[in-house]
Protein backbone atom coordinates (compact mmCIF):
# COMPACT_ATOMS: atom_id res chain seq x y z
CA UNK A 1 0.00 0.00 0.00
CA UNK A 2 1.37 3.55 -0.52
CA UNK A 3 1.42 6.01 1.41
CA UNK A 4 1.14 9.87 1.05
CA UNK A 5 2.66 13.03 2.57
CA UNK A 6 1.98 16.54 1.67
CA UNK A 7 3.91 19.49 2.00
CA UNK A 8 4.64 22.90 1.04
CA UNK A 9 1.46 24.52 2.69
CA UNK A 10 1.08 27.35 4.39
CA UNK A 11 -0.45 31.16 4.56
CA UNK A 12 -0.37 33.83 1.45
CA UNK A 13 -1.32 36.62 0.03
CA UNK A 14 -4.06 36.70 -2.65
CA UNK A 15 -1.86 36.96 -5.89
CA UNK A 16 0.38 35.03 -4.41
CA UNK A 17 2.00 31.43 -5.26
CA UNK A 18 2.74 28.13 -3.19
CA UNK A 19 3.87 24.50 -4.54
CA UNK A 20 2.46 22.06 -2.61
CA UNK A 21 4.70 18.56 -2.76
CA UNK A 22 3.42 14.93 -2.47
CA UNK A 23 6.28 12.49 -1.55
CA UNK A 24 5.28 8.88 -2.34
CA UNK A 25 6.55 5.45 0.24
CA UNK A 26 5.43 2.14 0.40
CA UNK A 27 4.05 0.28 -2.81
CA UNK A 28 5.63 3.01 -4.79
CA UNK A 29 5.86 0.32 -7.72
CA UNK A 30 2.24 1.11 -8.86
CA UNK A 31 1.11 2.01 -11.61
CA UNK A 32 -0.47 5.27 -9.79
CA UNK A 33 -2.26 7.96 -10.93
CA UNK A 34 -2.28 10.71 -8.93
CA UNK A 35 -4.85 13.99 -7.89
CA UNK A 36 -4.75 16.60 -5.97
CA UNK A 37 -8.23 17.12 -4.10
CA UNK A 38 -9.25 20.09 -1.98
CA UNK A 39 -11.70 20.40 0.82
CA UNK A 40 -12.52 23.83 2.11
CA UNK A 41 -14.16 24.47 5.45
CA UNK A 42 -18.18 22.84 5.67
CA UNK A 43 -17.34 21.61 1.99
CA UNK A 44 -17.21 18.80 0.20
CA UNK A 45 -14.00 17.06 -1.58
CA UNK A 46 -12.95 19.15 -4.47
CA UNK A 47 -11.40 17.48 -7.49
CA UNK A 48 -8.27 20.15 -8.31
CA UNK A 49 -6.06 18.88 -10.84
CA UNK A 50 -4.56 14.67 -11.81
CA UNK A 51 -2.33 13.30 -13.90
CA UNK A 52 -2.01 9.77 -15.61
CA UNK A 53 1.13 7.40 -14.70
CA UNK A 54 3.48 8.51 -16.63
CA UNK A 55 2.39 11.76 -16.71
CA UNK A 56 1.07 11.67 -20.65
CA UNK A 57 -2.86 13.23 -19.77
CA UNK A 58 -3.80 15.57 -17.15
CA UNK A 59 -6.71 17.17 -16.07
CA UNK A 60 -7.63 20.21 -14.17
CA UNK A 61 -10.84 21.35 -12.85
CA UNK A 62 -12.41 24.72 -14.25
CA UNK A 63 -11.45 26.75 -11.19
CA UNK A 64 -7.96 26.35 -11.59
CA UNK A 65 -7.31 26.11 -15.16
CA UNK A 66 -4.40 28.42 -16.43
CA UNK A 67 -3.10 29.09 -12.60
CA UNK A 68 -2.60 25.56 -11.37
CA UNK A 69 -0.01 22.81 -12.61
CA UNK A 70 0.20 19.35 -11.91
CA UNK A 71 3.62 17.29 -12.12
CA UNK A 72 4.98 14.63 -11.00
CA UNK A 73 8.87 12.82 -10.94
CA UNK A 74 8.42 9.34 -10.88
CA UNK A 75 12.08 8.91 -10.13
CA UNK A 76 11.59 10.65 -6.66
CA UNK A 77 8.24 9.45 -6.38
CA UNK A 78 6.96 12.92 -6.25
CA UNK A 79 3.46 14.66 -7.11
CA UNK A 80 3.45 18.60 -7.29
CA UNK A 81 1.09 21.29 -7.44
CA UNK A 82 2.44 24.59 -8.81
CA UNK A 83 -0.30 27.21 -7.69
CA UNK A 84 -0.03 30.44 -9.18
CA UNK A 85 -2.38 33.61 -8.31
CA UNK A 86 -3.79 32.00 -5.39
CA UNK A 87 -7.09 33.51 -4.48
CA UNK A 88 -9.00 33.74 -1.34
CA UNK A 89 -11.45 30.64 -2.50
CA UNK A 90 -8.24 28.50 -2.78
CA UNK A 91 -7.96 28.58 0.98
CA UNK A 92 -8.52 24.60 1.56
CA UNK A 93 -6.98 21.98 3.26
CA UNK A 94 -5.36 19.86 0.01
CA UNK A 95 -4.90 16.32 -0.22
CA UNK A 96 -3.18 14.19 -2.52
CA UNK A 97 -4.36 11.26 -3.88
CA UNK A 98 -3.01 7.72 -5.72
CA UNK A 99 -5.34 4.80 -7.53
CA UNK A 100 -4.92 2.37 -10.16
CA UNK A 101 -7.52 2.51 -12.19
CA UNK A 102 -9.07 5.74 -12.60
CA UNK A 103 -12.48 6.12 -14.91
CA UNK A 104 -13.65 9.22 -13.03
CA UNK A 105 -10.79 11.73 -11.49
CA UNK A 106 -13.39 13.96 -9.58
CA UNK A 107 -14.71 10.61 -7.49
CA UNK A 108 -12.86 10.98 -4.39
CA UNK A 109 -13.87 6.99 -3.71
CA UNK A 110 -11.67 6.31 -7.15
CA UNK A 111 -8.47 6.48 -5.34
CA UNK A 112 -6.87 3.65 -3.34
CA UNK A 113 -4.60 5.78 -0.82
CA UNK A 114 -4.54 9.56 0.68
CA UNK A 115 -2.32 12.06 1.88
CA UNK A 116 -3.00 13.25 5.73
CA UNK A 117 -3.81 16.98 4.00
CA UNK A 118 -2.25 20.37 4.30
CA UNK A 119 -3.83 23.38 4.66
CA UNK A 120 -3.62 26.47 2.43
CA UNK A 121 -4.51 29.51 3.59
CA UNK A 122 -5.18 32.70 1.01
CA UNK A 123 -5.73 35.86 2.66
CA UNK A 124 -7.36 38.85 0.59
Known amino acids: QVRLAESGGGLVQAGGSLRLSCAAS????????KAWFRQAAGKDYEFVAG????????YYADSVKGRFTISRDNAKSMLYLQMNNLRPEDTAVYYC?????????????????WGQGIRVTVSS
Open 26 to 33: GDTVGPYA
Open 51 to 58: ISQKGSTI
Open 97 to 113: AAGQIITDWSRPSEYDA
